[in-house]
């Protein structure tokens, strides 16, 4: 059975650019999970996504926005892109995403603003 | 303000029993500690889960006192492949709105 799977694996954008990431959760697994991890440091919450309602989001701007499709599949987007964006992108899965869920990381996307 | 903070390196030897300790001053009570490991390049991955007392699976245990304050994980008898870093991850629910709060990590590093 597949795993997490997230694409691109990588991709270079401009400054003020936009960019969509996508992720395809394990299969029966209905909450998706994203985060910002930028190099060195630990994965920044970004968002939680359960039966295609965002469930959780942490501080981040407006910049940034996600969905999650009646497949459970998820795609994170990223507006006006600034230097700082720069990171790796995770994306994980679990069943319900409640309290006591395993969740399974993807590989992720590394995102390189310049 | 949820908060979890853990050690930021930690240096073992094979054979030896490690032990990481995580601080999560202000855990609901109805929040889970998790733990998981990341080598570089590569996503994290789940060690352990609890919600107090103990728990032990094949590859590790996890110690919750009875305040839940803080965790300790321990890593019986390390070996070199151990080593990674190793992240803290406390779940906060405010309301509607779930935070999944990381910590900074512990380098553990495995020496012959």
């Known amino acids: 059975d597949a795993g997490v799977t997230q694409s691109p694996t990588h991709l270079i954008k401009t400054r003020g650019q936009h960019v969509t990431l996508r992720c395809s959760p394990i299969?029966?697994?209905?909450?998706v999970s994203w985060y910002q991890q930028v190099l060195g440091q630990g994965p920044q919450f970004i968002f939680q996504?359960?039966?295609?309602?965002?469930?959780g989001r942490g501080n981040f701007p407006d910049r940034f926005s996600a969905r999650q499709f009646p497949n459970y599949s998820s795609e994170l987007n990223v507006n006006a892109l600034l230097l700082g964006d720069s990171a790796l992108y995770l994306c994980a899965s679990s069943s319900t995403g409640g309290g006591g869920t395993e969740a399974f990381f993807g590989q992720g996307t590394r995102l390189t603003v310049v | 303000l949820a908060k979890t903070t853990q050690p930021i390196s930690m240096d073992s030897y094979e054979g030896q029993e490690v032990n990481i300790t995580c601080s999560h001053n202000n855990i609901a009570t109805n929040d889970y500690i998790t733990w998981y490991q990341q080598f570089p390049s590569q996503g994290p991955r789940f060690i352990i889960q609890?919600?107090?007392?103990?728990v032990t699976n094949e590859v590790a245990s996890l110690f919750i006192p009875a305040d839940r304050k803080s965790s300790t994980l321990s890593l019986p008898r390390v070996s070199l492949s151990d080593t990674a870093v190793y992240y803290c991850?406390?779940?906060?629910?405010?309301?509607?709105?779930?935070?999944?709060?990381w910590g900074l990590g512990t380098s553990l590093a495995v020496n012959p």
């Open positions: 991850l406390v779940v906060y629910n405010a309301g509607n709105n779930r935070k999944l709060i």
């Open positions: 996504y359960y039966e295609k309602e965002e469930r």
């Open positions: 609890g919600y107090k007392t103990k």
């Open positions: 299969s029966g697994h209905k909450s």
